[in-house]
């Protein structure tokens, strides 16, 4: 998530102060993504250093009011054509938790698996809840909550692929009975011994 970003976006539309922003974020988003204002201000500070933002004024109850500049148009501009790229998200902390459980004797996988599915699906079915109830208007809010719908079910169907992988490598298949070897020719002639006789019937002279 890039709090950067989302700031410069919002004071693309007008100078505001911290706790604003603060509000408008957690608005855009739902608060899904919540911050503190020290997350805001510390934010501003580096992005006044960087020449994006400048101070604009007080009001009368002294807070401070920063406006965007050239630049920091400039790079909001380049945040919206770049895609996000991978590499830089946040490392997936139930991918690392799974990959590091099926190495650790003595945890059950499946029991982490089939706990976290549990989660994931009251949490899509919160956020399908939501997304009834959001207003039609709120398209910010809309996407918001779909992108985390789409996240979830990827994630289930993720959990399903994983179980189903631990079950096949759980089945132990059973042990292949020797094929019987035919003995050398001699060695069969020896263990049959010798012919036994029987009755000749001889034909009508």
């Known amino acids: 998530m890039s709090i950067k970003h989302g700031l410069l976006a919002l004071l693309d539309q007008g100078p505001r102060y911290g706790y604003q922003l603060r509000a408008e974020f957690e608005s855009r988003t739902?608060?899904?993504?919540?911050?503190?204002?020290?997350?805001?201000y510390t934010t501003l500070g580096r992005l006044d250093r960087d020449g994006l933002v400048v101070p604009d004024g007080e009001d009368g109850e002294g807070h401070v009011f920063y406006r965007i500049t050239g630049e920091g148009r400039r790079e909001l501009?380049?945040?919206f054509?770049?895609?996000?790229?991978?590499?830089?998200?946040?490392?997936?902390?139930?991918?690392?938790?799974?990959?590091?459980?099926v190495a650790v004797p003595g945890v059950d996988?499946?029991?982490?698996?089939?706990?976290?599915?549990?989660?994931?699906?009251?949490?899509?079915?919160?956020?399908t809840r939501l997304?009834?109830?959001?207003?039609?208007?709120?398209l910010a809010w809309q996407l918001v909550l779909e992108?985390?719908?789409?996240?979830?079910?990827?994630?289930?169907?993720?959990?399903d692929h994983c179980e189903a992988r631990l079950?096949?490598?759980?089945?132990?298949?059973?042990?292949?009975?020797?094929?019987?070897?035919?003995p050398p020719p001699g060695e069969a002639a020896a263990q049959d011994g010798p012919p036994k006789r029987g009755r000749i019937r001889r034909g009508k002279r």
């Open 30 to 40: 739902g608060s899904t993504w919540p911050l503190n204002v020290g997350q805001v």
């Open 77 to 79: 501009q380049e945040w």
């Open 81 to 101: 054509e770049e895609p996000v790229s991978r590499a830089g998200r946040p490392r997936d902390e139930l991918a690392i938790k799974l990959a590091m459980a």
């Open 109 to 127: 996988v499946t029991a982490v698996v089939q706990t976290q599915r549990a989660h994931t699906l009251r949490a899509l079915q919160d956020y």
């Open 131 to 138: 997304k009834v109830r959001a207003a039609e208007d709120d």
């Open 147 to 159: 992108s985390l719908v789409f996240q979830a079910e990827a994630e289930v169907r993720w959990l």
């Open 167 to 182: 079950a096949r490598r759980d089945v132990v298949p059973p042990a292949a009975e020797p094929l019987p070897t035919a």
